[in-house]
């Protein structure tokens, strides 16, 4: 049986989560900062009169910060019922990917991915990063 993974890149590599736990995918928010918060939380997001939390992948995932003026995407993903906002680089397409295709993270996945991925798809030409949306937004 196949499942389903939305689909976004960051620092050029391809990441998915289930598309059951996405709630909606938007264009850049206005973020307001929070003072003394982690470093991977990038501020809070007014979204339609809801507060959401906006974490920042690329500092999760120790990846370099994006370019200046490069404005990131948002994925509102579902944490506990609760929505929660990942910023990402692009959003992908939903894809659709088998049990079999699936491998634990490769030895190549170091650092903080290591405990965010938490395995991989082989696609035509490229791997699929599975991520771990619990343990992603755990700052």
Known sequence: M????????????????????????????????????PPAVA?????????????????????????????????????????????VDTIGDVVDVLPQDFEPPPDTVLGAARDLVVGVYKLPGRLLLALDPDRAVAV
């Open 43 to 87: 501020g809070l997001v007014n979204l339609r009169g809801q507060v959401l939390t906006a974490v920042d992948l690329r500092v999760r995932l120790d990846l370099p910060p994006r370019a200046d003026g490069e404005e990131p995407m948002v994925v509102v993903i579902r944490v506990g019922g609760e929505p929660v906002s990942l910023l």
């Open 2 to 37: 196949s499942a389903q993974l939305a689909t976004f890149t960051l620092d050029g590599r391809l990441y998915g989560v289930d598309v059951e736990r996405v709630q909606e995918v938007l264009r850049s928010q206005p973020r307001t900062r929070v003072p003394l918060a």
